[in-house]
């Protein structure tokens, strides 16, 4: 059973950064992608990045291009989600999410991690 847990939340001020961490267990994760998404109070889920985890190769969303990195460590099982200069209104709860390939949807996802973005 696929396993995603997210940690690395917390409160920032505007300008400041964070890492993300989303610890995988459960299976081989070699030929997934995995994903990171946010939801803001009152809005919904919207896709922030995204990394294939066997060539590496990252997807941003343009809201975050050139702000946010997307990477993993095959050894630890994890993918990051680094966050630099942050905006108020990147506050949101961000979800680690896993699908199997880019032809299915995102099936496993964690419980999700607050960040709070303060101006």
């Known amino acids: 059973q696929v396993r995603l847990v997210e940690s690395g939340g917390g409160l920032v001020q505007a300008g400041g950064s964070l890492r993300l961490s989303c610890a995988a267990s459960?299976?081989?994760?070699?030929?997934?992608?995995m994903g990171w998404f946010r939801q803001a109070p009152g809005k919904e889920r919207e896709f922030v990045a995204a990394i294939n985890w066997s060539s590496g190769t990252t997807y941003c969303a343009d809201s975050v291009k050139g702000r946010f990195t997307i990477s993993r460590d095959n050894a630890k099982n994890t993918v990051y989600l680094q966050k630099n200069s942050l905006k108020p209104e990147d506050t949101a709860v961000y979800y680690c999410?896993?699908?199997?390939?880019?032809?299915?949807?995102?099936?496993?996802w964690g419980q999700g991690t607050q960040v709070t973005v303060s101006s």
């Open positions: 459960g299976r081989s994760f070699s030929n997934y992608f």
């Open positions: 999410a896993a699908r199997e390939s880019y032809k299915r949807p995102y099936g496993d």
